[in-house]
């Protein structure tokens, strides 16, 4: 006699991981911190790191127009939450012992004041943003992956020397305008998201999207994914919901990179 075949189990009884939330601003602070700095150390295990070079901020939940931010040269791979910085709107540290990059500071109060519904913002100099920068154009849709970015993403064309003026700022902020990321040609990759996770994640399959093209166009013609079906697959995998859930794995599977991380403020 054969067993019955087993049942399938009801959806409502599987777990699906979501974004916490929160009943107090302390707490979503504390939040954002603590994934602020995993963000940050994972960047630095992926080699995002040039010199002083790159910043990621998280908006304060309760002083909107204050941002955490990792100080001005430490590598992304030693940060512990007690060195994040907060900045107010004029760019001065109001809690922390450290300076703040001013290109930090310079790019990303103006992103984040031209963008109320972002959380947060990912700049670094990875290798492959920088040389895709070069060519000062936007990526082609010719993975599924990158069709997150498909009419998604901007191209700042100007390049005018390190970012220390608030009024270049103000001009990233405006080629950005609704997307979720923009190429700085010859400079590099910026990214946001409404959570802190999400901007990490399109920096960082952002960054992986540079370097599959950079290797496509090396070796021969690209074959793009056809306009409908880009746009059916962008808004498939390219909300900042979907971003949160990419991460997840990816942060967890990295958890050794962050020992020593959550020391007390």
Request: net charge negative; with cysteine; glycine share 8%.
């Amino acid at each position: 006699m054969t067993n019955p075949a087993p049942q399938p189990i009801p959806l409502d009884q599987l777990h699906f991981a979501m974004p916490p939330t929160f009943a107090t601003v302390e707490e979503e602070r504390a939040h954002r911190k603590a994934r602020l700095v995993t963000a940050l150390r994972l960047f630095g295990r992926f080699g995002f790191e040039e010199g002083v070079a790159g910043h990621i901020t998280a908006r304060d939940p309760e002083w909107t127009d204050h941002f955490w931010v990792n100080p001005f040269g430490m590598s992304f791979k030693l940060i512990k939450q007690s060195d994040l910085l907060l900045v107010n709107h004029e760019g001065r540290v109001v809690h922390g012992r450290h300076h703040i990059n001013q290109a930090a500071f310079a790019i990303h109060s103006e992103v984040h004041a031209a963008r109320p519904d972002v959380v947060a913002a990912a700049h670094s100099h990875s290798t492959h943003g920088r040389a895709f920068s070069a060519l000062g154009q936007l990526l082609d849709p010719i993975t599924q992956d990158v069709c997150a970015f498909y009419q998604d993403h901007a191209l700042f064309d100007d390049y005018t020397g390190v970012v220390l003026d608030r009024e270049e700022g103000r001009r990233i902020g405006a080629a950005l305008g609704p997307h979720k990321a923009v190429v700085l040609r010859n400079h590099g990759l910026l990214t946001v998201g409404s959570t802190v996770d999400a901007a990490a994640w399109w920096f960082i399959t952002m960054e992986r999207s540079c370097q599959v093209q950079l290797l496509a166009q090396a070796a021969g013609k690209l074959v793009p994914i056809d306009h409908d079906s880009a746009v059916l697959t962008r808004d498939q995998i390219g909300s900042d919901l979907a971003g949160w859930v990419n991460y997840q794995p990816l942060a967890a599977g990295h958890a050794d990179a962050l020992a020593g991380a959550f020391d007390e403020d």
